[in-house]
C-alpha cells in the first residue's frame, strides 16, 4: 500500500508546465493518506515557489513500501527541510 496510495488516493492535481514547450515538469497532488498537499518534481530543474514537500520521481522506488506512519515521518521532515532527498 503506501506510495501508491498517497499518489492514487487523491482529489485534486495541477501541473508545474515549463516556459518552453509546456512539458510537464511536476503534478501538485492532494495526498488523503498524508492530508497534505506535496509535489511530484518530473524534472529536477522545476522549483516551485511554495511551500509544499517536493517527492521526486527517483525516490518512488525507496518509499513505495513504507507503512503510513513512516510516509507521514518521511513527510514531516520534508515540510521541515525543503528539497531534502530520501536516500
Known amino acids: 500500500m503506501a506510495i501508491r496510495d498517497v499518489l492514487t488516493k487523491i482529489s485534486g492535481v495541477d501541473e508545474g508546465r515549463g516556459a518552453h514547450g509546456g512539458r510537464i ?48 515521518e518521511i513527510h514531516k521532515f520534508k515540510l521541515a527541510f525543503p528539497g531534502c532527498r530520501v536516500k
Open 25 to 72: 515538469l511536476a503534478v501538485r497532488i492532494f495526498s488523503m493518506v498524508l492530508e497534505d498537499e506535496l509535489w511530484l518534481i518530473l524534472d529536477p530543474s522545476f522549483a516551485p515557489d511554495d511551500r509544499l514537500a517536493l517527492y521526486y520521481v527517483d525516490e518512488i522506488p525507496l518509499i513505495k513500501d513504507k507503512s503510513y506512519e513512516e510516509l507521514r
